[in-house]
């Protein structure tokens, strides 16, 4: 079974500076996606950044890039000039291609001190 | 309105109450998705549906009932359930089942089993 890990609970981080989320998932597959997903106090969901596992090169949106180290199953998410309203709880997804149930990792909760 | 939207946002119940969760989807997507976020735990899949049709049901206790009247609408029908069911309750959507597409969350309905 797929699982997904995020080794870190909570992350603090100053406002106008980069922070770095971790994840790490486990999977036979070799055709899969992966996501970042954001979850501000509000509660709504959403999507961050998303990386397809056959792209070498790492999907960056913006102040968000990601480090997807195949090899290494891993799949990290640095912001960059962190801001307030990036403040929420971030969690790491997969998928894989053919299938959609997405696995979730138990989420990194980001304090942006101003 | 727009996205994904659930009613109601906070709901609390007895244990030999029934309710219903709604969902609704304005995206034209075919694939929608219930989700149980309890605290510090990852996102668990409760059910899919794809066309109308229940794809998925992770071993989901059958005090929940879903509905899928349409590819618009989803429900989830709940009687009889216990204090470990509360929990935050996520609709989500996809235009596809497979493939990169995207899940799209709903706000979520915050349901309290008293």
């Known amino acids: 079974a797929q699982t997904v890990t995020q080794s870190q609970p909570e992350m603090s981080v100053q406002e106008a500076e980069t922070v770095t989320l971790s994840c790490t998932y486990d999977t036979s597959e070799s055709d899969y996606y992966l996501f970042w997903y954001k979850q501000p106090p509000s509660r709504q969901m959403i999507l961050v950044i998303r990386?397809?596992?056959?792209?070498?090169q790492n999907a960056t949106e913006n102040r968000f890039s990601v480090n997807f180290q195949k090899a290494a199953k891993s799949f990290s998410l640095k912001i960059s000039d962190s801001q307030l309203g990036d403040a929420a709880m971030y969690f790491c997804a997969y998928r894989t291609y053919n299938n959609n149930d997405m696995r979730f990792g138990a989420g990194t909760r980001l304090t942006v001190k101003p | 309105e727009t996205g994904v939207t659930q009613t109601p946002r906070h709901l609390v119940m007895g244990m030999t109450n029934k309710k219903s969760l709604k969902c609704e989807q304005h995206?034209?997507?075919?694939?929608m998705y219930w989700y149980k976020q309890s605290a510090k735990k990852p996102l668990e899949l409760m059910f899919v549906?794809?066309?109308?049709?229940?794809?998925e049901n992770n071993s989901v206790p059958s005090r929940f009932s879903p509905e899928c009247p349409n590819s618009s609408h989803l429900f989830l029908h709940l009687h009889t359930l216990q204090p470990e069911d509360s929990a935050l309750y996520l609709c989500?959507?996809?235009?596809?089942?497979?493939?990169?597409?995207?899940?799209?969350f709903g706000p979520g309905t915050r349901l309290t089993v008293l």
């Open positions: 989500a959507s996809s235009q596809e089942l497979a493939g990169p597409d995207t899940q799209y």
């Open positions: 549906y794809n066309f109308k049709e229940q794809t």
């Open positions: 990386q397809e596992a056959y792209k070498q």
């Open positions: 995206l034209g997507h075919n694939a």
